[in-house]
């Protein structure tokens, strides 16, 4: 068994994370400028990882081997599975695809391993998720921008949503959106390449976890797509709040709710914020 380990600014892992296909990552070191994880594969896959993680690397235009090393087996693969635990955000608990969950008092969703839970499922899609249950309707229509992993399309789906649309402009992401709702036997959700300027139809609710740098450049074509919600998320720091949130009033759209996370508990500073809007016909 090799063990790679790679340095990455933490504004481009989320990115990496999606890219890279059908590996698990444990994340050695995180805060606000970078991160450090590890792969870990078979010596006969090694070549196919540095190739693709290369890849990836030189498409973000950053990225870094700092270390690779041969480590003993010993039957990683069940060594490997025992760290990956569920992660509660109720109503919902996020599980590994092998993981069958026996309780009814949440919502089981199944992901995959190596996306969401080699990111620790962020701040940002656990707000999400916390606020679903409050603005979803049974039958609503849901789009869902930058699906992902289609976490969300998927939750939107669990509660009741009557059509939901993933849309991403990441292939290797549209894939695991459509494996992942595969898992979760949700036969009514759609995941496919797009971006907003590309839908023509509106929906009752749109969900968006971008950058805001994605937002600077699609609000005006995203805004256009709900009848009734538009929950956001990916809101960095005050700065950030204050620039969406002028956005949203030059667009005729008032805030109904608003949640607020910490990237870590040590730097109560840096904050996460997701915002509920609707149109102000008042």
């Known amino acids: 068994m090799k063990r790679f380990v790679y340095k990455l600014p933490t504004e481009l892992f989320e990115i990496f994370a999606v890219e890279l296909n059908g590996y698990g990552f444990e994340i050695l070191e995180r805060n606000e400028k970078e991160t450090i994880f590890a792969i870990y594969v078979e010596e006969s896959e090694e070549q196919a990882l540095k190739d693709a993680v290369n890849e990836i690397f030189k498409d973000l235009g950053a990225g870094e081997l700092l270390k690779e090393e041969l480590i003993p087996e010993e039957n990683w693969t069940d060594k490997w599975k025992e760290d990956i635990k569920p992660i509660e955000v109720s109503p919902f608990i996020i599980l590994p695809e092998w993981e069958i969950y026996e309780g009814d008092k949440l919502i089981p969703i199944k992901i995959r391993i190596g996306m969401a839970f080699g990111t ?163």
């Not at 960095?236 to 109904?256: C, Q, W």
Request: proline share 2%; net charge negative; glycine share 4%.
């Open 120 to 282: 620790g499922l962020h701040a940002t899609t656990q707000m999400v998720l916390k606020l679903l249950p409050k603005y979803i309707s049974k039958g609503d229509t849901v789009l869902d921008v930058g699906t992902g992993t289609g976490i969300l399309a998927i939750a939107s789906a669990k509660l009741g949503a009557s059509k939901v649309k993933g849309i991403d402009i990441d292939e290797t992401a549209v894939e695991e959106c459509k494996v992942n709702c595969w898992e979760n036997e949700e036969e009514n959700i759609e995941c496919v390449k797009a971006i907003p300027k590309d839908i023509k139809e509106k929906f009752d609710i749109v969900l968006a976890n971008l950058e805001m740098k994605i937002f600077r450049e699609t609000f005006k074509d995203i805004i256009r797509l709900f009848n009734k919600y538009l929950i956001i998320s990916g809101i960095f720091k005050h700065t950030e709040k204050e620039e969406i949130l002028k956005m949203a009033k030059d667009s005729n759209l008032k805030v109904v709710d608003e949640l607020s996370k910490p990237e870590d508990e040590e730097k109560p500073n840096d904050i996460w914020f997701a915002f509920v809007l609707k149109y102000d016909d008042d």
